[in-house]
């Protein structure tokens, strides 16, 4: 157990709906970062979101976006839904400064299915 | 941000120890060496890291180059619970710049026979 909580596990929805993602980071964790994995594209990182500022961005889609919250818990919108956000989603945590070459730590990841 | 380059699959034997090679030319003196490992349906899991000395953890020991442009994860004694993705990752030291997350690339599938 990472101890990043990760929900929901699975979600079915259809296509142009919304969703969201929720992600409890380890305590004491400041960072969180979003990742998706597909079978085409492997896993991408998203965004990362620092005591509760945004960080870094990656290669995430305009119709996405996250927030952190002040108790450090952080969501993922996925709005427009196509099938090809079809895809694990996964929330990383870690400890410490913006810049931390320390570990991330993974929660078990909500699987999206758009239909 | 630097690349690495692995082996796409590996095949091991059970209670064997098992090298996995990883190539990191163009590494900046301030990247440090990670490498992640994902079973099957979970995900990533950190195994270990390293900037120059060699280390060794419960999991596994990292050995690194001289000139640091190559690394190798080592595992002991493989089991059949060791079957994975690795994946080796340059993360930026403090001052190094860019974006804190990690940046996967395809990784090596390891294979366990038993």
């Known amino acids: 157990d990472s101890g990043v909580t990760q929900t929901p596990k699975h979600l079915i929805t259809a296509t142009g709906q919304r969703v969201t993602l929720r992600c409890s980071p380890r305590?004491?964790?400041?960072?969180v970062y979003w990742y998706q994995q597909s079978l085409d594209q492997g896993l991408q990182f998203l965004i990362q979101?620092?005591?509760?500022?945004?960080?870094a961005k990656g290669n995430i889609l305009e119709r996405f976006s996250a927030q952190q919250f002040p108790d450090l818990h952080s969501e993922l919108n996925l709005s427009s839904l196509e099938l090809g956000d079809s895809a694990l989603y996964f929330c990383?945590?870690?400890?410490?400064?913006?810049?931390?070459?320390?570990?991330?730590?993974f929660g078990e990841g909500s699987r999206l299915t758009v239909l | 941000d630097a690349k690495t380059t692995q082996p796409n699959s590996m095949e091991s034997n059970e209670e064997e120890p098992v090298h996995l090679p990883c190539n990191h030319s163009?590494?900046?003196?301030?990247?440090?060496i990670h490498w992640y490992r994902q079973l099957p349906s979970q995900g990533p899991e950190y195994v270990i890291h390293?900037?120059?000395s060699n280390v060794n953890n419960r999991m596994a020991s990292l050995a690194i180059a001289e000139d640091r442009k190559s690394s190798t994860l080592i595992l002991h004694r493989a089991t059949l619970r060791d079957a994975a993705v690795y994946y080796c990752?340059?993360?930026?030291?403090?001052?190094?710049?860019?974006?804190?997350?990690?940046?996967f690339g395809k990784g090596t599938h390891l294979i366990i026979q038993p």
């Open positions: 305590s004491g964790d400041l960072s």
């Open positions: 979101y620092y005591n509760g500022e945004e960080r």
């Open positions: 990752i340059l993360r930026a030291g403090v001052g190094g710049g860019g974006a804190d997350g990690l940046t």
């Open positions: 163009t590494i900046s003196g301030t990247d440090y």
């Open positions: 990383a945590s870690s400890v410490g400064a913006p810049q931390n070459t320390g570990e991330l730590f």
């Open positions: 390293g900037l120059t």
